[in-house]
């Protein structure tokens, strides 16, 4: 910096965009617009991960196994069936009555990250 030159005072500045009409965000605006973009990126990333990208299609496979899923709530049933996508573990109702190489009627869901299998209606095994 040259002898005798001043840098512009904060004063000078402000005074500067008063002049012009320029009104500057506060820390609060940041704030609300990070937290409102925050909150919508979130919904929209939940929202592409439930949507389904079609229409359920019925697809059958056999059951291999069966295993339980423990939650908050109690214990689920769940069949091991090999269908044409490979293994996957599937929740059936507590009275189906499926035994081990039994076909077993699937619907299948496309989602974000594959696919989501459920228990096909009335009767899943045959």
Do not use: W
Request: proline share 4%; net charge positive.
């Amino acid at each position: 910096m040259k002898q005798g030159s001043r840098a512009p005072s904060f004063v000078s500045i402000r005074r500067l965009k008063a002049e012009l009409g320029i009104v500057g965000l506060h820390g609060g605006a940041i704030r609300l617009l990070l937290g409102v973009l925050l909150i919508g990126a979130g919904g929209g990333l939940l929202i592409a991960f439930t949507l389904s990208g079609g229409q359920p299609t019925v697809v059958f496979g056999a059951v291999q196994g069966f295993g339980l899923r423990e939650t908050d709530y109690g214990t689920y049933p769940l069949a091991r069936v090999q269908t044409e996508d490979g293994v996957v573990m599937v929740p059936i109702s507590r009275g189906a009555t499926c035994a081990v190489g039994d076909r077993i009627k699937l619907v299948r869901r496309r989602s974000l990250l594959g696919y989501r299998y459920s228990q096909g209606l009335p009767r899943a095994c045959e």
